[in-house]
Nanobody, 124 residues
Framework: QVTLVESGGGSVQAGGSLRLSCAAS????????MGWFRQAPGKEREFVGT????????YYADSVKGRFTISRDNARNTVYLQMNSLKPEDTAVYYC?????????????????WGQGTQVTVSS
C-alpha cells in the first residue's frame, strides 16, 4: 500500500513553467515505477510520462516530449514533473500514480495507486 499526494499545481501563462511534486508514503518507494497522467474537462485521463524504479528509464507522451521532464528522488520518496513551455492545452488535473510491478508503463489501468490530483491551468 502506498499513499500519494501531489502538489505544485497552479495558474500560469502560456510559455511559463511549473514543477509538480508527488510525495509517497507507505511501502518502499523505490520498488514502484511511477507515472504522471492528466485529465482535462470532458476528456479521458491520458498518459504524460513514466519513470522506472531507479529513474534511469523515462518515457513521455509525444504531446509533452521536449517540454516536460520527470525525475525522482528515492531518498525523499518523491517524484517530480517539471513542465516548461506550457501551453493552454496542458490545462488539466495532473495525477501521479504508482505501479507495484516495477516496469514503467503508459497504461492507466496498470497503476494501482493514485494521488488526488493537482490542477494546472495555463492561460493564453
Amino acid at each position: 500500500q502506498v499513499t500519494l499526494v501531489e502538489s505544485g499545481g497552479g495558474s500560469v501563462q502560456a510559455g511559463g513553467s511549473l514543477r509538480l511534486s508527488c510525495a509517497a508514503s507507505g511501502r518502499t518507494f523505490s520498488s514502484y515505477a511511477m507515472g504522471w497522467f492528466r485529465q482535462a474537462p470532458g476528456k479521458e485521463r491520458e498518459f504524460v510520462g513514466t519513470t522506472s524504479r531507479s529513474g534511469g528509464t523515462l518515457y513521455y507522451a509525444d504531446s509533452v516530449k521536449g517540454r516536460f521532464t520527470i525525475s525522482r528522488d528515492n531518498a525523499r520518496n518523491t517524484v517530480y514533473l517539471q513542465m516548461n513551455s506550457l501551453k493552454p492545452e496542458d490545462t488539466a488535473v495532473y495525477y501521479c500514480a504508482a505501479r507495484a510491478v516495477g516496469a514503467p508503463s503508459g497504461v492507466t489501468n496498470e497503476y494501482a495507486y493514485w494521488g488526488q490530483g493537482t490542477q494546472v491551468t495555463v492561460s493564453s
